[in-house]
Each structure stands twice: as C-alpha cells, then as structure tokens.
C-alpha cells in the first residue's frame, strides 16, 4: 500500500463548480499535513497547511480525519486559473521528510 | 531575489555518461533535498541533507550521489549506474527547525533526458 494515496483524476468541472478531493495516508503516526499546486511541467508549490481543526483560505478549505486517515481539500466557485495537479503531502514524524502523492489532476472549462 | 536555482533546465545524455544537476540556494536554508518526478507518479526523495557536510539517502538513492560542501549547493550527480534516468528532478530547500513551516521551496526543475 502505498503511503499516500490520491485519486489521480481527471476531474473535469465547469467554472463555478465546487470540487473536493480526498487523500489518505497509511502511517498514523503523521504529523503534518500539506496540500500542494502543481502546475504542468512546472515546480510544486505551497497551496496550503492543514490543520486539525480545518482552516480556509479564500475559495479553498482544507480538512483534516485523523481517525479515517485522510485529508481532504475543497475549492468553491472554480476558476479556470485552478486547472492544475493537487498534491497530498504528509510527513510521517518530524520534518526530515514530506511524502508526497501522485497527485490528482483538476481540468476547469468555461 | 531570494531563491532556489537550477541548471540545467533541459539536458540530454548519452547511455553510460555520468551527468551533474546543479542546486543553489540564497535563502539561508539548512536543509535541501533532490526529488524526482516521472509521469502519474508522486514525488520521490533521492537524497536529503540537513547541514554542511552531511545528507543521507532517501528512498530511491541507488545510481545517485551528491555533496554539501556548502550550505548554499547540494549537487545532484547522476551515474551511469542509475537505470532508468530519463525524469524530471526537483531540488528543494526549507529552514531549519527553528523556522520550519513544513513548506518546501523548489527550484524550476531539470528536465534530463537520456538517449
């Protein structure tokens, strides 16, 4: 099994729409909790943190499950500026290492 | 600016020839990592160093060295040993404990491409 585990998508959504992606990680022992934007063939870079009692930045809000072992991410009223690959990140102890997902892929049409 | 940099953005390599990823850093941060990415898969974490002097493999280290000799270079040196080479690696920097956020900051990329 893998250690996080992300739908890899297509989501394909028109603008507007709410979308949600889920994300579960193995180790229960993970203590932080990221979600990162892609963009293709482009570096990863920081959307947001999650936190245990969820937080919200603008259009998007993160959650975190401690119990079902999963995060999720939520992003109201699409823009067509969101199409890109979201991925999971989780360190599983400490902050030597971020453990990344495949990502999941999100595709915004008019 | 404040950043991390890589180079070469694109590089094309001949089977058996050893080739070397550059990594600078100017954002004062301890730590630095090398990931690779290919296609529908995740990042996965090839070495990592915490200081000057001193890094410790990741999960797929095999066919890969580098070095710290500086806090601002983590070179990336990609041997003919390494299989499968042809990906895209991503360099990344964060502070150190004291100021961590968790948030990784990563260069734009090497694309290598082995003929």
């Known amino acids: 099994r893998k250690e996080v585990e992300q739908d890899p998508g297509p989501f394909n959504v028109p603008e507007g729409a709410t979308v949600a992606f889920n994300c579960t990680y193995s180790?229960?022992?993970?203590?932080?909790f990221f979600w990162y934007r892609q963009d293709c063939r482009k570096e990863p870079k920081l959307l947001m943190s999650?936190?245990?009692s969820g937080n919200e930045d603008g259009r998007f809000t993160a959650q975190l499950n401690r119990a079902s072992q999963y995060i999720s991410l939520l992003i109201r009223d699409s823009k067509l500026s969101d199409s890109a690959t979201y991925l999971c990140v989780v360190t599983p102890g400490g902050y030597n290492k971020l453990i990344f997902g495949a990502g999941t892929r999100l595709a915004v049409h008019p | 600016d404040g950043g991390i940099t890589q180079s070469p953005k694109y590089l094309f390599r001949k089977e058996g020839q050893n080739v070397t990823l550059s990594c600078e850093q100017n954002?004062?941060?301890?730590?630095m990592y090398w990931y690779r990415q290919d296609p529908g898969q995740g990042l996965r974490l090839i070495y990592y160093s915490q200081i000057v002097n001193d890094f410790q493999k990741g999960d797929i280290a095999e066919g890969y060295s580098v070095s710290r000799e500086k806090k601002e270079s983590f070179p990336l040196t990609v041997t003919s040993a390494q299989k499968n080479p042809t990906a895209f690696y991503l360099c990344?920097?964060?502070?150190?404990?004291?100021?961590?956020?968790?948030?990784?900051?990563f260069g734009e990329g090497s694309r290598l491409t082995v003929l």
């Open positions: 180790n229960s022992a993970s203590q932080s």
């Open positions: 999650v936190y245990s």
């Open positions: 990344a920097s964060r502070p150190g404990r004291r100021m961590n956020t968790g948030e990784l900051f």
């Open positions: 954002l004062n941060h301890d730590a």
